[in-house]
């Protein structure tokens, strides 16, 4: 569960970022509406299922329900903020527990990598950047420390089981891409 926030105020555009960054963890549809443009989109969609890659405070929540459906128990510690004009950076900890499968894909929406859920608890460092357009985040960058969080999930140096366990999960991946589920 995300850390009770102060009110968001459009003004403050530290609070809207931060706030954005805790209502991945929890947040609706609606939550995501008071701190989304209509035009707010991430450049991490890229890696997303292809049904989370649109515009708009919808796209973000079928982002943030995609991460919820491969981790549990998620929350951020922030760090630190920064704004400079229209940008805002956040230095944060992602800590989380995988529990489901998570999926990559490709840009053309094919299945890249498939990893099996390991039960294990991750905390992870990453920089966040917005861009706000009337009081709203339109724009997001995201740099991870993906090695850390595989380390930490047990996905690197993977096992002979595991390796089959992700096999098979790809496999069955790409079959409901191609049937169109």
């Known amino acids: 569960m995300s850390t009770i926030n102060p009110p968001v105020l459009a003004s403050d555009p530290k609070s809207v970022a931060i706030h954005g960054i805790h209502l991945m963890v929890d947040g609706s549809v609606a ?8 035009d707010g989109f991430t450049h991490e969609r890229k890696a997303a299922p292809p049904w989370a890659r649109g515009n708009g405070p919808e796209a973000l929540y079928a982002l943030a329900s ?7 128990d998620m929350s951020y510690d922030i760090h630190t903020a920064a704004v400079d004009d229209d940008l ?52 997001h960058w ?17 096992s002979p089981r595991y390796l089959l366990r992700c096999a098979l999960l790809k496999r069955q991946a790409i079959r409901e891409v191609r049937s169109g589920r």
């Not at 939550?31 to 209509?38: F, G, K, S």
């Not at 995201?142 to 993977?158: E, K, V």
């Open 31 to 38: 939550d995501l509406a008071e701190v989304t443009h209509p």
């Open 66 to 72: 995609w991460l919820r459906d491969a981790f549990t």
């Open 88 to 139: 805002v950076t956040v230095y944060a900890t992602m800590h989380g527990r995988q529990v489901g499968p998570l999926v990559f894909y490709t840009e053309s929406g094919a299945v890249d990598n498939a990893f099996a859920p390991t039960g294990k608890t991750f905390a992870m460092t990453e920089s966040h950047w917005f861009r706000l357009r009337d009081g709203k985040i339109v724009e």
């Open 142 to 158: 995201a740099n991870r420390d993906d090695l850390a969080m595989a380390r930490q999930l047990g996905w690197l140096p993977p």
